[in-house]
């Protein structure tokens, strides 16, 4: 990235108001890339976690799956799924709340026993699954905002504060160089009116 300058005093103030609010910034940057980067590593286990449990149940349940072809699917279904969100290192995330199934009613009397175990069991795997999901949301929204804090982090500390440091040097050495030929010309012409003035004198 290219810095626009011009070699005067006012460019030069401007350019060094710009690296000190960048130099201040960057360790808050940096300390939110941290944060984003251990709330993302918490999201990513729980997650897995969540996935681990949800086949684990299934798996645990799959000695029952001819008794599946009995159970009637339309018994119970989700009506709702309640989530809240917060922030989590400056990012909104969703953070699962509840959910609310709606559910048929069927006899006891002529339903299989485990029918109310298997309803059970349902809400069991749909609770786990959504949560996985909404974990899944969370991590992308923490990944996104790490991955445009780290390419903020490395502008600033790559690009931008080098890139104004030296700016303001070649600023800086132009108007000392400036100055300088002043000074010497000054000393010339002041050399010159001298002479002149002594060659008034003599004549």
């Known amino acids: 990235m290219a810095i626009q300058?011009?070699?005067?005093?006012?460019?030069l103030q401007a350019l060094e108001k710009q690296l000190k609010v960048r130099v201040r910034a960057l360790p808050t940057i940096k300390n939110k890339e941290s944060a984003l980067r251990l709330e993302v590593k918490r999201t990513k286990d729980g997650q897995k976690a969540l996935e681990e449990a949800f086949y684990t149940q299934m798996r645990s349940y799959e000695h029952l799956s001819?008794?599946?072809?009995?159970?009637?699917?339309?018994?119970?279904a989700i009506?709702?799924?309640?989530?809240?969100?917060k922030k989590v290192a400056g990012v909104m995330v969703p953070i699962f709340g509840n959910l609310v199934f709606e559910e048929k009613p069927y006899s006891l009397f002529r339903a299989p026993v485990w029918f109310s175990d298997g309803v059970a069991l349902l809400k069991q795997l749909a609770e786990t699954g959504i949560r996985a999901?909404?974990?899944t949301l969370k991590?992308?929204?923490?990944e996104r905002a790490r991955r445009k804090t780290t390419q903020k982090v490395n502008l600033f500390e790559k690009v931008q504060i080098p890139g104004y440091?030296?700016?303001?040097?070649k600023i800086k050495r132009s108007l000392e160089d400036e100055e300088s030929l002043s000074k010497s010309s000054q000393k010339i012409m002041r050399a010159n009116l001298e002479k002149e003035q002594r060659k008034e004198v003599e004549a």
């Open 165 to 169: 440091g030296d700016a303001i040097l």
């Open 139 to 142: 991590l992308e929204r923490l």
């Open 79 to 85: 009506k709702e799924v309640e989530f809240d969100t």
């Open 5 to 11: 300058f011009q070699y005067n005093k006012t460019s």
């Open 133 to 135: 999901e909404i974990e």
């Open 66 to 76: 001819k008794l599946w072809n009995e159970f009637d699917p339309t018994l119970i």
